[in-house]
């Protein structure tokens, strides 16, 4: 089967490693990759949202499946693409239509539809430049801290927590009035903040039936113990150790169930990933966030995990029988520890050799490299988050060391990574 992975990243990175061990995948093309995918398959200059020339591209190479890594396609409607042009509309998609993209596209999107399917979330408002004095006063009215999330896509930057109403305001103005996350922002949800430890769950689903796929918890703060600023995940662990099976029968009634019947109510063309950003509080989960595709790092995490042929699964997904499917999971613990770049996330070089990468890596341990581009014969980072070491092991601890290990025989101008993923495990 000939089949098109498009994205660059780490994520893309470990589904290419797992796709390419099908028996299904013969070529694997990656668009437009990094030098790691390139070990998995052949990569291909194509930029994700240049719908003709992908579109081109997969009638000349006849491909027969399309699997989508990161979100900004699939907002900008990819799937519909395919479906309304005859010489595309039958390759198998991997990927929700532009529709379906709204549950992670729109904060105000997935909240309605939240509300509507009785799903536990925060409560909140959302309000844009002409309810703009109405959203200062609902905020001066609510309890600290407060949560102000754009609306739209902005690269998982537009969360603000305020704890303090002057603050809250500010950054309310900022957002809506001087477009501080650009068109994002232009719409604002004020929601409720829930205090609690959080999780990462993922579905696949063909729109009638799911199947759900190892849990992860990822680490955000760039900084050990959780300090500094924000970053795109710095490593995740999977299993969640707080994720007992009690709890996750919860996290299935209250909210998967609900979502996927949902989707099948409203009509919703959805056949992929559902990410589900959910928070603890007390014993009870409630949700976060969708996204509409798997999370990264949490992906280099459980996709280790996950014994089922990939592709298999993803041509029950396609032909929706997703129902007929059992996921099987190794019982060993997955921990990714991520390497980045000096200065990440702030401003940072690119171009430095990486050394280590060509050495075979220690039994069960896998490297997924993310910001990485193969110049003259040798691999250079070429992002903030450059690589990552996934090391399996009897428990999080050994997984850990084994993690650490692997990256102390890689090394590169800068490198940087947290010594305390799944510290509070430990």
Known sequence: MNILLLGSGGRE??????????????????????????????????????FEGIGQFCIGKKIEMVVVGPEEPLVNGLYDFFKSNDALSEIFFIGPSKFGAQLEGSKAFAKAFM???????????????????????YIQQQSLPVVLKADGLAAGKGVIIAYSHIEAIAEFELMIHQEKFGEASRKVVVEQFLDGIELSVFALTDGINYVLLPEAKDYKRVGDGDTGLNTGGMGAVSPVPFATASFMQKVENRIIIPTVEGIKKENIDYKGFIFFGLIKVGDDPWVIEYNCRLGDPETEAIIPRLENDLVGLFIATAQQRLHEIQ???????????????????????KGY?????????????????????????????????????????????????????????????????????GYEFL
């Not at 589904?15 to 990094?34: D, E, H, R």
């Not at 509300?115 to 006063?137: C, K, M, N």
Request: negative net charge; hydrophobic residues 35%; glycine residues 8%.
């Open 115 to 137: 509300l509507r399917h009785d799903i536990p979330t925060a409560a909140y408002r959302e309000f844009d430049a002409s309810s703009f004095d109405e959203g200062v006063q």
């Open 13 to 50: 990175h470990a589904l290419a490693w797992k796709l390419n061990q099908s028996v299904w995948t013969n070529p694997l093309y990656i668009a437009p990759g990094n030098a790691g995918t390139a070990t998995c398959g052949h990569n291909v200059d194509l930029a994700l949202n240049d």
């Open 353 to 421: 050799v990486i050394e280590g990468l060509r050495n075979k890596p220690d039994e069960d341990c896998l490297i997924f490299q993310a910001g990485t581009k193969e110049e003259k014969g040798q691999i250079v980072t070429n992002g903030g988050r450059v690589l990552c070491v996934t090391a399996l092991g009897k428990d999080i601890e050994q997984a850990v060391h084994k993690s650490i290990d692997q990256l102390a025989t890689i090394s590169f101008d800068g490198i940087y990574y947290r010594q305390d993923i």
């Open 327 to 349: 996921i099987n999971v190794d019982r060993r613990k997955a921990v990714t520890i991520m390497a980045t770049s000096r200065g990440y996330p702030g401003s940072y070089e």
